[in-house]
């Protein structure tokens, strides 16, 4: 999963990258408006995090272009001043939740997961595709009650793939959402993870819940329990 | 000139000497051209009383006749100034008076109906002519024009005499106009001199508000500043009062801070929870330095408020498919500073969406000069009544207040406050909290 970190305090944007990263997200950052409208228009993020009060153009400004330019990713704008009015004016220029500050990072976290719950239309972070589990907000995978050991890379694609499923996803958008934008896009790893995923999630391969579209991309095909 | 125009007497006796000048020119325009015409009219009259002497003393048998001395003495006496000529209608002159001895008169053909005249000025004369037919003892009718004329020196000068005499009228006016426009805008603005005065006052501090006995036309403006005025000394002192609560509720976290034992187990915690508390007690007394007293600010329509509200909280709580109802009345306008309504109405709503299930009610009637009342529900679990006097902190100070039940329902009960309204907590119909306000 991709994310955008957009803050102009050095220290606060290195903060929230570091946690971030730590909790599996591929963090772009940007450091003023300027650059976050350029990154938020040429890179196909999942999320934005974005400081209101950003030198030259403001965060708001930024979203209102973000959203007038057509980009539809979740945004969580970051407030230093807790008045309504502003918080209105964050959400109508197109944000999609606050969070004043200071804040913790656990709520930020929180609402993170939430924003991207919501973009993917599931009501809960617990998904459940027959005997195949996910916590999106723990980050945890199930396999018949067992948790299994998958690293950030297998969990990023298969929470990737799981937020689409029934649709056809390209590795080049695997690749875009999974990795930083420095990454090698020729790579041919993607594969790898996804057989390695596939034996992971499917050790008996009876159930088949990735499929090879060929020439297009992947599907996860497996319906989702009620 | 642009010193001038900045001022409001500057201006007014500016446009005076303007438009006055023009205004009296035109008037002696007019009575002038006025007498001229009335002069002119009393010459043609008494000229055509001479023609009809002339015809009654003149003779015509075989060729026309006068008597040696004319009624008319002025006639008879050479360069007199008033001449008469008889002539027929190609010119020919067939008699003159003895006054045109020396008058070099050369007749015109002119085209006049019998019976008719026509009185022209010719250079320096005036000229009246009136055509008759004379019918002779023989039978025989003669056309003759007869022609008075009278030198126009004499009307001229009267002329002149009145235009002098009109000019130094008008003039005369023209000034004791402007004088007195002068006059009574000294008169007609000392009262905004006065102001100015009384304004200065303030600034200087020697003054507290307007309080002089100012003219109807300005009481509204001077009301206005009044109030804005007495709004800005009670925002300098809620600011400071703020200041001051920050300051002071601050030193107790502090304090336990800076006394705890870093070597203890439960230091870390300790820390952890005391900045929480700095935190909520920052947030709380910044959301109320930024309700205001701004009464001067007008009239707020409440359901723009609300409506933005509801379609941000609605994708803030997109989650829990909530059902926002607003039954607030067109007419509901709330008098004061729109960023105080936004943070009370805010911070309702967002306490209702949160902690309601699925159902939140807004409401608002009155407002203007009615009182404005508005109330926010819910379907939550509600407020426990022992809670509710705690969350309101009737009779407690500002910072002493427990932050714990929520920061933006403190906030609310501060701004109300500050409007003299009052917030009230009950048991709403959907089961969980109804939180009502009203405002003066």
């Known amino acids: 999963m991709r994310m955008l970190i957009v803050e102009d305090e050095a220290r606060l944007r290195l903060q929230l990258a570091q946690h971030f990263s730590e909790a599996g997200w591929v963090v772009d950052e940007a450091a003023d408006g300027t650059e976050a409208l350029y990154m938020g228009t040429e890179h196909p993020y999942d999320i934005a995090l974005v400081d209101v009060g950003l030198p030259g153009i403001s965060g708001i400004e930024v979203v209102q272009q973000w959203r007038q330019q057509g980009s539809v990713f979740p945004v969580l704008i970051l407030t230093a001043r807790g008045d309504w009015q502003d918080k209105v004016e964050g959400l109508e220029a197109g944000a999609d939740d606050y969070v004043t500050k200071p804040f913790h990072l656990a709520e930020v976290q929180a ?15 617990l998904v459940a595709f027959g005997p195949i589990s996910i916590d999106l907000a723990a980050r945890t995978v199930r396999l018949d009650g067992d948790a299994l050991e998958l690293t950030t890379f297998e969990y990023n694609t298969l929470e990737y793939l799981v937020t689409r499923a029934g649709s056809v996803v390209s590795k080049t958008e695997l690749t875009e959402h999974l990795y930083d934008q420095d ?36 599907r996860f095909v497996l319906e989702g329990d009620a | 000139m642009r010193r001038i125009t900045a001022s409001l007497a500057g201006r007014l006796l500016l446009a005076s000497l303007l438009i006055l000048p023009l205004f009296l020119g035109l008037v002696g325009f007019n009575l002038d051209r006025s007498y001229r015409l009335g002069v002119e009219t009393a010459l043609e009259q008494r000229l055509q009383l001479h023609v009809l002497t002339l015809l009654a003393e003149a003779e015509y048998n075989e060729s026309l006749w006068f008597p040696e001395q004319l009624l008319e003495p002025r006639l008879n006496q050479p360069d007199s100034g008033l001449y008469a000529y008889v002539t027929d209608p190609d010119a020919k002159l067939l008699w003159s008076s003895g006054s045109a001895i020396t008058l070099e008169y050369f007749p015109e053909r002119r085209n006049l109906a019998t019976g008719s005249s026509s009185f022209v000025r010719r250079d320096n004369l005036f ?3 009136y055509r008759v037919v004379w019918q002779t003892e023989t ?41 007195c426009q002068g ?18 006052a303030i600034e200087y501090g020697t003054s507290e508000s307007l309080e002089g006995d100012y003219p109807t036309e300005v009481q509204a403006l001077t009301k206005s500043l009044n109030t804005l005025i007495a709004g800005e000394r009670l925002r300098r002192e809620r600011v400071r009062n703020t200041l001051g609560d920050l300051a002071h509720s601050l030193k107790t976290p502090l304090a336990v801070l800076r006394s705890g034992d870093s070597s203890h187990d439960g230091f870390e915690a300790m820390v952890k929870e005391q900045t929480i508390l700095m935190s909520q007690i920052v947030d709380y007394q910044l959301q109320r330095a930024v309700g205001g007293s701004h009464r001067l600010l007008g009239l707020v329509s409440v359901t723009p408020v609300v409506e933005r509200l509801r379609e941000s909280l609605l994708k803030v709580y997109a989650n829990k498919s909530l059902l926002i109802d607003v039954a607030v009345s067109e007419a509901a306008v709330f008098r004061g500073d729109e960023r105080d309504l936004m943070e009370v109405m805010g911070n309702l709503m967002d306490n209702a969406c949160k902690y309601g299930s699925q159902h939140v009610r807004i409401g608002a009637t009155g407002g203007g000069t009615a009182p404005l009342k508005f109330w926010v529900e819910d379907d939550g679990e509600g407020i426990h009544p022992k809670m509710r006097a705690v969350i309101i902190g009737r009779g407690m100070r500002a910072d002493t207040r427990h932050l714990g039940q929520g920061i933006g329902l403190a906030v609310a009960v501060d701004i109300v406050a500050s409007y003299q309204g009052s917030l009230m907590i009950d048991d709403s119909p959907l089961g969980g909290a109804l939180i009502s306000v009203e405002l003066p």
């Open chain 2, 183 to 200: 006059l009574l805008l000294l008169w007609g603005l000392q009262p905004l001199r006065g102001l100015s005065r009384d304004i200065d």
């Open chain 1, 183 to 218: 990454f090698d896009r020729d790579s041919n790893v993607i594969e790898v993870f996804i057989g390695r995923l596939r034996k992971k999630i499917d050790p008996s391969n009876t159930l088949k819940p990735i499929k090879t579209v060929r020439g297009a991309g992947y």
């Open chain 1, 111 to 125: 609402r993170i997961n939430a924003l991207h719950r919501r973009a993917a239309g599931l009501a809960t972070s």
């Open chain 2, 127 to 129: 000229d009246y002519t």
């Open chain 2, 139 to 179: 039978g025989l009718e003669a056309h003759l024009l007869f022609t008075v004329l009278e030198y126009a020196g004499p009307l001229e000068a009267e002329l002149a005499v009145y235009r002098q005499s009109l000019a130094t009228g008008l003039g005369g006016v023209t000034l004791l106009l402007i004088l």
